[in-house]
C-alpha cells in the first residue's frame, strides 16, 4: 500500500523555524519527482516546492524562494522542507506529494500520491 507519511508541524512565532518531513513506503519513490504543497483555510491548494528525483532541479513558488529549501534523502525514503522565516500567512496545511511519472516537469508534473497534511501555524 502506498503511503507518504508527514511530520514535524506545529505552532511556531513569526521568523521562527519548522522542518517537515514526509517519509514513503508501500513503492519505490526514489525516481519520481516529489514535492510539498499547501492549503489555507478558504483558499485553494497550492505548490510550494518539487523536487526531481536525483535533487539536481527543484521549483519553489515566488512567496517562499528565499525561505525554504526541499531536499531528499533517497536512501531513507523521506523529503523534507525546512521552512525558515516563516510568516503568519504561512499558515496551512501543508501536503506531501509524489508524482505519477519520472519524468522531470517541475510544478507542471501531475502529482497524483498525497498524504494526509500536517498543520503548521504561525502566530504574529
Known amino acids: 500500500q502506498v503511503q507518504l507519511v508527514e511530520s514535524g508541524g506545529g505552532l511556531v512565532q513569526a521568523g521562527g523555524s519548522l522542518r517537515l518531513s514526509c517519509t514513503t513506503s508501500?513503492?519505490?519513490?526514489?525516481?519520481?519527482?516529489m514535492g510539498w504543497f499547501r492549503q489555507a483555510p478558504g483558499k485553494e491548494r497550492e505548490i510550494v516546492a518539487v523536487i526531481s528525483w536525483s535533487g539536481g532541479d527543484t521549483y519553489y513558488a515566488d512567496s517562499v524562494k528565499g525561505r525554504f529549501t526541499i531536499s531528499r534523502d533517497n536512501a531513507k525514503n523521506t523529503v523534507y522542507l525546512q521552512m525558515n522565516s516563516l510568516k503568519p500567512e504561512d499558515t496551512a496545511v501543508y501536503s506531501c506529494a509524489a508524482a505519477s511519472t519520472t519524468i522531470w516537469g517541475g510544478p507542471r508534473s501531475q502529482y497524483d500520491y498525497w498524504g494526509q497534511g500536517t498543520q503548521v501555524t504561525v502566530s504574529s
Open positions: 508501500g513503492r519505490t519513490w526514489t525516481t519520481y519527482p
